[in-house]
Structures are given as structure tokens and as C-alpha cells.
């Protein structure tokens, strides 16, 4: 079997949600031995974040909480005892990589912070992750990830020249930042190889996503232009939209991009006789007879379903897809091929999908071997066989309620 | 470059549109990037939007966007002499980055098999809209067919109306491109340690089902496909009717996302306490006055009716404000409330600036500095920086072919004429 790539790569996970707990795992899935240091008495909020098996929650349950966090131990711990602290330094002497993504200064008060730790590991190399950083006015500012995909422009960009701005499901900005982090990271360690040195790395999530709005801040820093919100709409193709297919809420995607495939679409469409139309014939046209246009594309597509409405645009070359909804994905025979949805069984949920990454290494392929961890799971092989504490040890350590065993209050879904 | 991350690391960009962010994010982290374009350019200089609205090759912000940090030149990859050229390149390269479609590389005599044989270790990332092999390997997209694929816009939109694209600045191309760039740091790391090279092949449709957070779980665990809900969130309670809250309401001058509510919503409560409490100071929300958000505020029975009326009145104090006012002391007072920027908003944002986040780039052909978005992480010892702005056409041709692959002026000059460069 080959080597992967971060065999024998140590890392100690602080982190939470959803920014920070990818990274570690992404390492994981490569190799990596992560330990998720959690406790009891402060649940990491993916615990606590629908959907929950069965739609009955409770601290093991959450379908969100074990996608992001495979191949991990989780270990359980109250910080807030000085003891546990010195336990949590014993693992940062162990790690190469310390991940933690806690309020600004959390983690120096409990001493666990990238001073502290290099003095027990001068060659550690440590990342903070926080929505708006470790400086700054706004650092404490406790938003979660709707508040960043507003602040990043993303809202205000997206949906309807005639509506309001878009409401963004998705903490978007939580699935940009992990994969500029890892790179960094994986930087670090080359550079540890060379020089022997750790390093920090501080990240505002905030930062890493207005990263990808970069065309429409130089067109405002350029032009002075704020661009505002289109549909589907692109100012140099058409049609470009999201067109009505048969059946109940189904679409398609589909863009011309050149006259030239415009003359492939309208040969996917069989050449009706609008298309000749000269209000049609050049782009310049069709974006000022775009309206029209797309009541034409839509008369179409209403005729076919999604999935053939984009076999036949691609057939002749025009790009077009379904617009995908999440059973479609899971159904999907593209993804289906590339393995994307990997079928783990989580002793508490049971078996679900999991997505793998979004690259394939022909020779180190990842590998997801465990679904995110129960809370505590895994106490017996990090404090015993990692830590090397004696059976009285750890009796103690619960006893003093230092390795924590129980969620005493009442379980309070956060969403 | 000593002081960076992937200084020491080169890599061969080949990319069009949907892989250009790759090549720009491993050169902000310090590599020497090679971007190679067809003569007379790439057509990603096509698109735009455009340096004070003039298309132009030489200014696509687009492409000033996604080729920071490289190099450029021009080489005709398909005949002869431009093959030799690029593979005597591929012999000091650690990465060969490229976004043709799946098997063009291989019928040019460029594929993988090749590009490791003139140099034993070597990575090829390929970035493509569904993968190099599989029924839709064949498929072209766009940003819009990638980001509907990959699910995205399905959970983007108005309620009644078609789903949407998220923005206009090309999401499933900016994705595809850093998920390529960290499979090639991965690669690269494990050839560093062990002197094996390896193909990377990246889905744009996959990078995109990675943005979908747990839509996937809802789906499985609740049997729920996901909409888009325009300006609102939903709670899904069992047994009864789905509760809608909206969440973008408008202010004075624009629009802000906010949580306002109580019960099981964690900090959301305290959240809204303090926001009435703010309203109350300015005679407003009265009627909120005592209302005790935390036990009161029950998401499960609270009928739509009572909910509108309770958003309503909070609306009604959101109107005497701006954005900024409204900023300004949702960070003062821990309110769980923030603007909908615009362009013009975000680049005024103090904690942005506070943070040194923007980075001027200067572009002395356009008599013009120009601010860029920073850096997506800080780090002390090896800051990360834009090396240099985009390369203009075959602006690097005479340092890499005269002085990396000691071609002389003559034979320059002979490969010119021919097409070749």
C-alpha cells in the first residue's frame, strides 16, 4: 500500500464549526492523526446544528457535525481546569499542527495560545481562524456565517436586479478559507523541513472570501462601478440563464458564449424559425432583445425534461446542466463515477454520504475511514496510549471532572 | 523568492478561465509561475470587466484578477519547435498546470505519460468541469452550468422565481482554481518527501458540491431538497408549517442581514435583547420592551402572524438608520446584525483597512495603482504578497527563452516568424 502523504503528521484540533474543524480533516483523509479536543460542557456547534438523525437531537446525532470532522479521534477535556491545560500542552509537545479557532484570546488565557505553545514545541506550526481575525475593531464581533456572506458582498451580488438581496443558505465563506489555510500549511511544513522553524498562520474568514469577489472590487476600484445584483444574467453573453423544464421546480442552465455557438444551440433546437430572426442574429442584438430571448429558450425547454434538454445542448456542443438539487447530486452518474459520495456508518446516525475532496491524487488517493467521532470516543487511546496516563490517572482525572464524561443540561439545538 | 512558502517551486500554467486562480494563488505563496498563453493571448483577456470599460487584451480585470504573482509568455504548444520549447520548460518544472478538455494534452503528444518521462516526478494538475474521465468528461461549462451542477444555484433565489447564480464574478472558476492549487500542494509536498510525482485531476462540479454545507445531510436525514428562500430562513418544524423569518430587511440607505428572535437560536436571544434595548433608548420597539427573548420566543408554536408582527416592529427602527449606524453598534453592543455591502461599502469596511487587508499593485502602462483584495491569511515570517501584476502578452518572452532555455536573438527571431512564439 502506498505511503500517504501525511503519514505520521501529528495535528491537535482546537477548532470549531465550520471554517476550522475542514482543515484538520482534509489532513486527516490524507493520513494525518488528528485528535479533536472537545468537551462536554462547551459543545463544538456543529454538535448542536440540524440535520439530527431521526430529527432528534443530541450531542452524537448531528449529520452536520460528522461530515466535517472524518477520519478524526475526538477526545473530551474542560479546558477551564489548570490540570487540563497542562494535559492539552503534553499534546501540542506532540503535534506538528495546532488548529484552533476560538473568540480572540480564549486561547491565551488558558495558555494554550502560539506563545505558549512554542515554548513547549519551538517548531509548531499554529493556525488561527476567526470570521474577522485576531486584530482589528471588529475582531470580537460574534457573527456567524450570514453576517460574512453580507459583509463580503456576496448577498448584495446575488439574485434579482428587481428584488432584494439574496439570503445565502450556506456560511460561504466557511468553504473558501479551509483550502487557502491547508495550502499554507502544507508551505509550513516544507519550510519546517528546511529550517527546522514553526510558524503562525492567522486567518480572517471575512478576508478569504471578499478573495472571491476580486473582479467586481477592481471594477469598482477601476471603474467605480458597485455592481449590483443580475439573475442570471452575463454582460457579454446571451442567452445565459436558468431556463423552465418539464416537470414540477425543474431547470436548466444553459450560455452561449459566441455567435458561433449560437448557431449550435439553435441546431440543438432544431432551427424554429424565431431564431432567424434578425433581432437574434448577432450577440448585440440578442442583449438588446434579451427579454424576448429568453421567453423563446424558456417556450423550449418547458417541452423537455432537464436531464434531456442538456443532453441534447451538450450533444451539439453548447454548455448547459441541470440545476442540481441535492438528490440530484447523490443520483448523479458523474459523481457516482468520481466516488464523490462516500457511504460512511456513523454508530449513532448510521451509514449517510459524505463528500470526499475535490481533486484526485493518481498516486496517494485520500481515504475516509471514520465518520466524524462521538464526543469523548476515542478518550482511551489519546489519554492511555498517546499521553501515556495510567489507568489511576485517568480514574482521577474523571473523578476531578478534568477529562469530561457527561452532557448534564438539557440538549439545546442551536438551529 | 527565500522568504515565501512555495519559493523554490515551479510551476507551468496552461489554464484558461477555469483554472487561472490556480497558478495565481500558488504565485501570491511564492512560486515562479510560468504562465504560458497562445500567441497573441489568452482569451481570458476577453473577458471582462475592462480597465475604464475599454475591452482590450492588455485590460481584462479578470485577467488582471487571476494572474497576479506570474510571468508571461507566448508559445505555440501544437507544432514541433513550440513542443520542444515546452518541454525543455517542463524539465525545470515541479507543476504543469492545464484546463484543456479531458485528452487533448495526450493527442498533442503533452500528456502525462510524456511530461513525466522528460522529467521523472513531475505534477500535472488538470482542472475541468466534471473530471478527466466519466459520462460528462466530455461536457463543456461555464460558471453558471458548474455552479448549477454542483448545486449552488439550486439554493440560491427568490421564492416563485428561477433559481439563481451566486454573483457575477465567476465562483465555480475561482473554486476549480484553488481546489487545484491545494491538490497540487498536496502533490507536491508528498513528491518534496519522496520524489513521486502524480496527476491531479480536479471536478469544477465537485469543488462547487463543496460549497453546499450540509444540504446534503438535510437531504438524507429530513428527506428535504433545499430552495432557494430569497431574503429568508426557514425553520422546519415537525408537525406543523415551516416558520419563515426574514433575515435581509432593508434600512435607510440599503439592506442588512439580521437574527432576530430567542428560544433554542444560541446567542440569538441576547442578541435581540440588546437590540431592542438600543431601540427602546430611541423611543422605539416599545412594545418589545420586556419581552424576554429567551424564554418567550418559542420557534416551534410561534404562529407566522406573530412572528411578522414582532419582525415588523424592529423593521420599523431599522428604517431610521443606516447601514453604517447600524454596523457600528450591532459591534459596540453584541447584535448579531450586519450591512449587505456593496463594492463601494466593503472597500470603506474599517476592519479591512485596519487590518492593512488591500494591496496596491501598480501598472505603470495604465499611468494607474490599482487596489487588490489581499491576502486570504497572515503570516509573519513568510508574508504573503502579490509578487507582480498580471503579465501583458508575451511580456517575458525574451527572459525565458534567451535567458532559461539560452535560445539566441536569431532563433527567436526565426520561431516568430514561424508562429512559434
Known sequence: MTRKIFEGLHVVDFSWAAAGPQVPRELAEHGATVIHVESHKRLCPLRTFAPFKDAQPGIDRSAFHAEYNTNKLSMSIDLNQAKAQEVARRLVAWADVVAESMTPGTMGKMGLDYESCRKVNPAVIYFSTTQQGQYGPHRMFQGVGHHINALAGFSSCTGWPDSDPTMIFTAYSDFIAPWYTLIAIIGALLRRGKTGQGMYIEQAQFEAGVTFMATDILDFAVNGRSVGRHGNRDRYMAPHGIFPCRGSDRWIAITVANDDQWQDFCAAIGNPSWTADSKFSTILTRKGNEDELERFVSEWTRGYTAEQAMTIMQDFGVPAGVVQTAEDLLNDPQLKHRQHFITLDHPEIGPHSYHAPAYRLSETPHEMKSPGPCLGQHNELVYKEILGFSEDEIADMIAEGVITTAYDAPFKPGW | ?421
Open chain 2, 1 to 421: 523568492m527565500n522568504n515565501t512558502l512555495f519559493g523554490g517551486c515551479r510551476v507551468l500554467d496552461l489554464t484558461d478561465e477555469k483554472g487561472l486562480l490556480c497558478g495565481k494563488v500558488l504565485g501570491d505563496f511564492g512560486a515562479d509561475v510560468i504562465k504560458i498563453e497562445k500567441l497573441g493571448g489568452d482569451p481570458a483577456r476577453y473577458i471582462g470587466p475592462f480597465h475604464k470599460d475599454i475591452p482590450d487584451p492588455e485590460k481584462s480585470l479578470f485577467w488582471f484578477a487571476t494572474n497576479t504573482s506570474k510571468r508571461g509568455i507566448t508559445l505555440n504548444i501544437e507544432v514541433p519547435d513550440g513542443r520542444d520549447l515546452f518541454l525543455k520548460l517542463v524539465a525545470s518544472a515541479d507543476i504543469v498546470a492545464e484546463s484543456f478538455e479531458p485528452g487533448y494534452m495526450d493527442a498533442i503528444g503533452l500528456g502525462y505519460a510524456e511530461l513525466k518521462q522528460t522529467k521523472p516526478g513531475v505534477i500535472m494538475t488538470s482542472i475541468t468541469p466534471f473530471g478527466q474521465s466519466g459520462p460528462y468528461a466530455g461536457y463543456g461549462a461555464t460558471d453558471l452550468v458548474a455552479t448549477s451542477m454542483g448545486g449552488l444555484s439550486r439554493i440560491l433565489g427568490d421564492l416563485g422565481r428561477p433559481p439563481v447564480r451566486m454573483g457575477s464574478v465567476p465562483q465555480a472558476y475561482f473554486h476549480a482554481g484553488l481546489q487545484g492549487a491545494l491538490g497540487s500542494a498536496m502533490a507536491f509536498y508528498h513528491r518534496e518527501l519522496t520524489g513521486v510525482g502524480q496527476h491531479v485531476d480536479v471536478s469544477m462540479q465537485e469543488a462547487m458540491t463543496l460549497t453546499l454545507m450540509n444540504t446534503i445531510e438535510i437531504f438524507e436525514m429530513l428527506n428535504a431538497n433545499l430552495v432557494g428562500l430569497g431574503q429568508f430562513f426557514v425553520s422546519v418544524r415537525p408537525g406543523q408549517s415551516p416558520l419563515f423569518t426574514r433575515t435581509i430587511v432593508p434600512c435607510k440607505d440599503g439592506y442588512i442581514t439580521v437574527m432576530f428572535g430567542g428560544g433554542a437560536f444560541s446567542g440569538v436571544a441576547e442578541s435581540s435583547k440588546a437590540l431592542v434595548k438600543w431601540a427602546n433608548e430611541e423611543g422605539m420597539a416599545l412594545e418589545l420592551k420586556d419581552f424576554d427573548f429567551a424564554t418567550q420566543w418559542d420557534a416551534s408554536t410561534l404562529t407566522q402572524e406573530e412572528s411578522d408582527r414582532r419582525n415588523a416592529i424592529i423593521g420599523q427602527f431599522f428604517m431610521t438608520k443606516t447601514k453604517a449606524e447600524l454596523y457600528e453598534k450591532a459591534v459596540e453592543r453584541g447584535i448579531l446584525l450586519a450591512p449587505c455591502n456593496t463594492m463601494e461599502d466593503l472597500t470603506k469596511n474599517e476592519q479591512l483597512r485596519a487590518r492593512g487587508f488591500w494591496e496596491s499593485v501598480e501598472h505603470p502602462e495604465l499611468g494607474e495603482t490599482i487596489v487588490y483584495p489581499g491576502a486570504p491569511l497572515k503570516m509573519q515570517e513568510t508574508p504573503w504578497q502579490i509578487q507582480r501584476r498580471a503579465p501583458r502578452i508575451g511580456e517575458h518572452n525574451e527572459e525565458i527563452f534567451l535567458g532559461d532555455l539560452g535560445l539566441n536573438l536569431q532563433q527567436m527571431t526565426v520561431l516568430k516568424a514561424n508562429g512559434v512564439i
